[in-house]
């Protein structure tokens, strides 16, 4: 059987996940987050003190984190590492960071490779993350770039982080986090974000997340012809 595939990729803070969890659930298609298993897998060697730069130590500890992805009744999306749930430790600005260090190797992208790729082989998909499109599902069925300028993808974060709870943050410090994970996770030698030749470019910069929503809805109906 064909499942179908909807590719979301694009920077930090881009709204991806809010807009892929939307046509997730108006396509009833499984929502995969892949940025949360990067994070898991971060996770995984923080718990064990390795630091994101020691290569060695990541090559000869990855294989001991058994990474499961489960699905709630609501649809959403639970990180299981060794038997345990870790989805409330890993959306932290420290963990994108730590994810996004560590998601440069290739040996952390190897091992992910299969998992997300069988995932989307067993039902169909909204998938977000940097390299979808070009390295993950280069036949996926919808390609989409969602992006937006530093300061607009600062702003949000801010106000997440804000609904969150988190008082310390600062403008600043958001944007300064935003630009060095663009500068890591595009100029990385493997899979490095960028937009594949065949998606669609969104920009949000001047959007409402409703006038959003509307544009990927739209975008995604007329690829698939529904
Ligand atoms: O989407 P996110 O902020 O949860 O992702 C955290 C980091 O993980 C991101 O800065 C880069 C990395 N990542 C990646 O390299 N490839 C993906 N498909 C998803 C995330």
């Known amino acids: 059987m064909k499942y179908i595939s909807v ?27 892949t940025g949360a298993i990067y994070r898991t897998i971060g996770l995984f060697l923080q718990i064990c003190g390795i630091s994101p730069k020691d290569v060695d130590g990541i090559t000869r500890l990855i294989d001991d984190a058994a990474i ?4 709630d009744s609501a649809g959403a999306q639970h990180m299981i590492l060794n038997g345990q749930d870790v ?44 390299d979808i499109g070009t390295v993950v599902l280069p036949k996926a069925d919808v390609k989409i770039f969602l992006t937006a300028s530093p300061e607009v993808r600062a702003q949000r974060r801010l106000l997440e982080l804000r609904e969150k709870g988190n008082k310390k943050a600062t403008l600043e410090h958001v944007l300064e986090d935003i630009r060095q994970r663009d500068l890591r996770d ?7 974000l960028k937009q594949a030749p065949d998606a669609v470019v969104l920009d949000t910069s001047s959007l409402s997340p409703e006038e ?15």
Request: no cysteine; glycine share 6%.
């Open 68 to 71: 499961q992805i489960e699905y």
């Open 7 to 33: 590719a979301i990729d694009g920077p930090a803070g881009a709204g991806k996940s809010t807009m892929a969890k939307l046509v997730a659930s108006r396509l009833g298609y499984s929502y995969v987050d």
């Open 87 to 130: 989805t409330e430790d890993l959306r932290t600005e420290e963990m994108g960071s730590y994810a996004s260090q560590i998601s440069a190797l290739k040996v952390v992208r190897d091992v992910l490779l299969d998992l997300q790729r069988d995932l989307a082989a067993t039902r169909n998909v909204v998938m977000d993350g940097r």
């Open 186 to 192: 595009t100029t990385r030698a493997v899979a490095p």
């Open 212 to 226: 959003s929503a509307a544009a990927i809805l739209a975008i995604v109906e007329k690829r698939l012809a529904i």
